[in-house]
């Protein structure tokens, strides 16, 4: 009976084992693909916080030229009223400028849309690769400590320390939320 009793324990116990291999496998390969992916993030991240500060500089010269036409067309209607330029001047130069500001006007708010839709994307994948709740405040204060000595040294432009600065201050604050919460819920 006992030698039977080994038997089905052993063979329960070799179950055991294949299902722990097999898990322990697939919990490996977890690990390494959220280790590449983090790797991949932090890449596009910073790709990405230096193209968004070329982008915006050209979306706010689009967005000078708007406010230029804008201004042109106010100036035209003070020449009309002034009595500077007659009805048939002010209609083709009004159409005309009308018209450049429309496209203008949509082509800022195409790719302005199109460069927020961006940022929330890779900001959304980024604050999902940060972890927040393993990482505590100390690590978060080092890491603004680290820019803003990276800053001082002049290997991060202004914009872009601008930015990194507040996406970490936001990840701050979270990891101070996720720690009340830990204290709060241990009382």
Do not use: C
């Not at 329960?12 to 790797?39: A, C, F, H, P, V």
């Not at 209607?77 to 450049?100: H, Q």
């Not at 604050?127 to 400590?145: A, E, G």
């Amino acid at each position: 009976m006992s030698e039977d009793m080994l038997k089905i324990y052993e063979e329960l116990l070799k179950q055991i084992n294949r299902t722990y291999d097999g898990y322990t496998e697939q919990i490996k390969r977890l690990n390494s693909m959220w280790s590449d992916y983090k790797t991949a993030v932090g890449s596009v991240k910073r790709n990405w916080d230096v193209d968004n500060i070329l982008l915006a500089l050209r979306i706010n010269e689009l967005k000078a030229s708007i406010d230029s036409i804008r201004e042109e067309l106010d100036m035209l209607k003070v020449k009309k009223e002034l009595g500077l330029i007659d009805d048939e001047e002010y209609s083709r130069s009004s159409t005309e400028l009308t018209d450049t500001l429309t496209k203008l006007t949509n082509m800022y708010d195409d790719a302005k849309s199109k460069i927020d839709e961006i940022d929330r994307g890779i900001k959304e994948h980024w604050f999902r690769s940060m972890d927040v709740t393993t990482l505590t405040t100390d690590q978060v204060d080092s890491m603004i400590k680290e820019l803003e000595d990276n800053r001082a040294k002049g290997e991060i432009p202004d914009d872009v320390y601008t930015r990194v600065k507040a996406d970490l201050e936001l990840v701050k604050r979270v990891v101070q939320a996720l720690a009340l919460i830990k204290t709060e819920s241990k009382t």
